[in-house]
């Protein structure tokens, strides 16, 4: 399954619903459901901006979020114009693309991960469950539990 490393707290914001529009330098043709990875690094000047003070999960998959289309923005006013669905600083409003996001899950227990940069492939344990829509949640709570506890 893809993948996107997304700082802390925009990860955060993206796996509660409150983001819906991720910043990017760059476009992508990809669509569909992926995971959101948050890095170790914390961007605690926007953690303060947005008054944010409870602890973030890093260096783990902290949920999953679906990209349904891609915006272009052609101006700065353009970004402005959004700022309510992107949460960005002054200091990223050079980014040209906005990454469409909606059904937002977040995991009740992170998954350690190593991120990358730009989307990258994630191969997470397979499930023993037979049903197609639990398999498509990634790993039902009960498997992962279980996971956890034997690795």
Known sequence: MKCLSV??????LIISGKKTIELRKWNTNFRGEFLVHAPLK???????RLKI???LATGAIVGKAELYDVKKYNSKKEVNDDKQFHFAGKKFQDRTY???LKNFKAFRIPIPWKG???FFDVDLPKTKIKNKEIVSDIIDEEYRYQWIGHH
């Open 42 to 48: 914390i961007r605690t000047e926007d953690c303060k």
């Open 116 to 118: 990358q940069l730009g």
């Open 98 to 100: 906005g990454f469409m």
């Open 53 to 55: 003070n409870h602890k």
């Open 7 to 12: 700082s802390q707290p925009f990860a955060n």
